[in-house]
């Protein structure tokens, strides 16, 4: 009924009405494929397309459970269990009567599209089959939060150039990895590693960047709808500020070196000023040697004596 509207009026010319309904049903069996979601490790049931009426029992069926149409997962006849998979062993059971299959915990390995046959037993030993429906089971891991590092290459005043890696692990399936700077999308340069196209994922984003400022770097792994986000702050390193230090170094080496003329300048005078006296006081008494020994050890009578003599 739902899909008579989108039918072009030709075709309802067409067709005479019960093809017409057939298709309607055929292609709402195929758009209403059942999809059931999972996660490694929890229980979750698969359902049938057919429930025992409470007037008769399992043992008036036969019921299949298989996966990919190749593998019975779990099969019942008159009631007894007459197959089960190795891969599913000790981790399925049926309900008897609304026929859904339990799985726990499920694994990433029992992905796939799964099939209910029912047959109804007739007294004759005929089988008729009730139904048969198909049923697709995704299962999904988590990853991992991404882990996000940066290792600086190479720095110069403008900008830091840095190598920056954000990875994440053991999930399924193969994700989407996206980012942001300061809100702004990016690209990483993904590579992913698995074992095989049913085995959890690896991750990895890297990406080169120059960063003239400090800035937020974002990075997302995406899978079957889930979303994992880790933020880390990119700074720019400080060293390269180096205007503002050298100053207060000019600062430094400019006041030693004016102290240090200031020193030089007092022991010169102190030298020199005495000198100048002691030649005129110690020349005339003995000889130059004797003289200027006897000038040096007693500093402060020269002093003295200079003081009294520029008065
Ligand atoms: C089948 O029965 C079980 C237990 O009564 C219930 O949890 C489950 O939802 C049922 N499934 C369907 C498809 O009716
Ligand atoms: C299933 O369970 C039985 C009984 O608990 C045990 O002996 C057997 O080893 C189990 N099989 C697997 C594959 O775990
Ligand atoms: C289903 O089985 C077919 C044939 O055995 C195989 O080619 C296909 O990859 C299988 N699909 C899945 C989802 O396992
Ligand atoms: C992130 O990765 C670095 C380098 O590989 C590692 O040292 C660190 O332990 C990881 N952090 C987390 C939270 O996994
Ligand atoms: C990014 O966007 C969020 C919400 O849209 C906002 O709160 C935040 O301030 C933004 N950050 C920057 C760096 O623009
Ligand atoms: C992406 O990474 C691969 C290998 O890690 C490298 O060969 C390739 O050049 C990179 N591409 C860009 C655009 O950086
Ligand atoms: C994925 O990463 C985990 C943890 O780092 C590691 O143990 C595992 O071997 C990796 N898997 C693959 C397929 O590289
Ligand atoms: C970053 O800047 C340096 C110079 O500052 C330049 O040589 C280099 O190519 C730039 N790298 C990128 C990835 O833009």
């Given at each position: 009924m739902a899909c008579l509207p989108a039918a072009p009026p030709a075709l309802r010319r067409w067709l005479g009405l019960g093809l017409f309904v057939l298709l309607c049903l055929s292609l709402g069996y195929a758009l209403e494929k059942k999809v059931v979601k999972s996660k490694v490790g929890e229980k979750v049931g698969l359902p049938c397309c057919h429930e025992i009426p409470s007037s008769q029992s399992l043992h008036n069926y036969r019921v299949y459970w298989q996966k990919n149409t190749t593998e019975v997962v779990l099969a019942y006849a008159e009631g007894k269990m007459i197959s089960k998979h190795d891969r599913y062993e000790n981790r399925t059971e049926m309900n008897t009567k609304?026929?859904?299959?339990?799985?726990?915990?499920v694994e990433i390995l029992d992905n796939g599209p799964?099939?209910?046959?029912?047959?109804?037993?007739?007294?004759?030993?005929?089988?008729?089959?009730?139904?048969?429906?198909?049923?697709?089971?995704?299962?999904?891991?988590d990853f991992s939060k991404p882990n996000i590092t940066a290792e600086v290459s190479a720095d110069s005043c403008e900008s830091t150039e840095m190598v920056v890696k954000c990875s994440s692990y053991g999930g399924f399936p193969k994700p989407k990895i996206s980012g942001a700077l300061n809100n702004a999308s990016?690209?990483?340069?993904?590579?992913?590693?698995s074992e095989s196209s049913l085995s959890p994922y690896n991750v990895t984003g890297q990406l080169r960047l120059n960063v003239t400022k400090d800035v937020s770097i974002t990075c997302s792994v995406e899978y079957n709808g889930f979303t994992k986000s880790t933020s880390l702050l990119l700074k720019k390193t400080n060293y390269c500020v180096v205007p503002t230090v050298p100053p207060s170094h000019n600062v430094i080496t400019a006041s030693s070196i004016i102290i240090i003329i200031f020193l030089l300048a007092i022991t010169l005078a102190a030298r020199y000023l005495p000198r100048h006296v002691c030649s005129h006081c110690c020349k005339p008494q003995d000889?130059?040697?004797?003289?200027?020994?006897?000038?040096?050890?007693?500093?402060?009578?020269?002093?003295?004596?200079?003081e009294t003599s520029s008065v």
């Open positions: 609304n026929l859904t299959l339990w799985i726990s915990p799964y099939q209910c046959v029912v047959q109804h037993l007739t007294y004759l030993q005929n089988s008729v089959v009730v139904c048969d429906e198909p049923v697709t089971l995704f299962v999904t891991a990016m690209v990483w340069n993904a590579s992913w590693v000889s130059v040697e004797e003289g200027v020994k006897e000038c040096m050890k007693p500093p402060v009578s020269s002093k003295v004596t200079s």
